[in-house]
């Protein structure tokens, strides 16, 4: 396999590293005690066209995929990683239009959504439904040329801030065959965002409780066929979870990178930190494990844009995400150690980074979601090691 990056994946990174330092990291702390969104940054994204490398170009976007998103991500994340996260939403909340939407539908939101014009949410974790998506508790009827939808979904980033949402919900009874997806405009009448979560990271998006109650949808805003909302919800997971990886991966180097730094400036008994070998250790160790979740995270986000995205090639998605996340914790503690007590406070970047890195673990599928992944494809024999 290669792993060289070609010229027009360089570019990218190197232009959303130019921006995290230059934009974000001089906000990062602020957003962090403010929990305001920082539509600045979200305009700065939009005009370098990161919102738009996972949609194609016929659509307004540019069409370089899920590698380059993952680049622009990892650079983002050595800073903050709330502002990563407002990239990989521009992807979350198209791909399901992208990938089940009609002609029109992707004329009419794809090409705003790549311009910063309007951004969207995923909408489709639910109080009683987290993990186990099939059993979705919101439906749809239809009513003539439109649908009527009632539903609760929770812990929606993004979802106070959004223009549209993408929302599952079920329009028949039998599982998750009956799950179809709706485009709705966050102005239309039942629509309503009752609260914002206090939660322990990730403070410059904002995750709220989305309530849609007799919320009335054109027929025309289904996405794809009645039935088939599931598998757009979970090839649209799918085609992330590496970009959610990518978060983890950036979160890490900057933990680590900021520790080294210090190290090689703090003193004890009479030398620098670095000259320690149980710290030396730690920081080869953190070396080890970021290379070779960043060898996982590439290679799943280089499948993804080859269009291998399906139950087949979903364990090694799910590997990618799981190293890279469970890593970015491991990494982001031992960073803190190797500062001591410095490291526990606010005058540092670290204990916001080990804040952050928490929530990565659970979202898209936690941790024990994707481990249930790769077992079943080992049982089944879709992954074989003989």
């Not at 929990?35 to 996972?54: C, H, K, R, S």
């Not at 521009?90 to 009609?102: H, R």
């Not at 909408?123 to 539903?151: F, K, M, Q």
């Not at 549209?164 to 709706?182: H, L, Q």
Request: hydrophobic share 40%; glycine share 10%.
């Amino acid at each position: 396999m290669d792993y060289e990056l070609s010229d027009a994946h360089k570019l990218i990174r190197d232009a959303a590293r130019r921006i995290a330092r230059e934009k974000v990291a001089p906000r990062a702390a602020e957003l962090d005690e403010s929990g305001e969104y920082p539509q600045d940054i979200f305009g700065v994204f939009a005009e370098a066209g990161l919102l738009g490398l996972t949609i194609p170009e016929q659509y307004g976007g540019s069409g370089a995929g899920f590698l380059a998103l993952a680049l622009a991500v990892e650079e983002t994340a050595k800073h903050d990683n709330a502002c990563s996260l407002i990239l990989l939403l521009a992807a979350l909340s198209t791909q399901p239009i992208n990938l089940g939407g009609s002609d029109q539908q992707k004329r009419e939101w794809l090409a705003k959504s790549a311009t910063g014009a309007i951004k969207g949410a995923f909408c489709l974790t639910e109080p009683n439904t987290g993990s186990d998506a099939a059993n979705l508790e919101s439906r749809a009827r239809r009513d003539g040329d439109d649908y009527v939808i009632d539903g609760e979904k929770v812990f929606i980033s993004g979802g106070s801030v959004a223009d549209y949402v993408c929302f599952f919900a079920k329009t028949a009874e039998d599982g998750a065959s009956a799950i179809s997806g709706f485009i709705v405009p966050t102005n239309s009448p039942g629509y309503s965002v009752p609260r914002c979560d206090r939660k322990m990271g990730v403070m410059g998006v904002p995750t709220a409780n989305i309530v849609l109650q007799d919320c009335r949808v054109s027929a025309a805003n289904r996405i794809g066929d009645e039935g088939r909302g599931f598998r757009t919800a979970m090839l649209t997971l799918n085609t992330c979870r590496p970009v959610v990886g990518a978060r983890g991966l950036g979160l890490a180097e900057g933990c680590i990178a900021y520790a080294l730094d210090y190290a090689r400036e703090r003193k004890t008994f009479g030398v620098p930190l670095v000259d320690h070998q149980a710290i030396q250790f730690m920081l080869a160790d953190a070396a080890i494990e970021i290379e070779a979740s960043r060898h996982l995270v590439y290679h799943a986000a280089t499948l993804v844009d080859q269009g291998k995205y399906d139950r087949q090639h979903a364990p090694y998605l799910s590997m990618a995400k799981t190293m890279a996340t469970e890593m970015a914790n491991r990494v982001a503690s031992n960073a803190i150690q190797i500062l001591g007590a410095q490291g526990y406070m606010k005058d540092h970047p670290l204990e916001r980074h080990y804040r952050d890195a928490r929530q990565l673990m659970i979202v898209e599928g936690t941790s024990q979601i994707q481990r249930l992944v790769i077992a079943r494809a080992m049982i089944q024999g879709e992954i074989n090691y003989w």
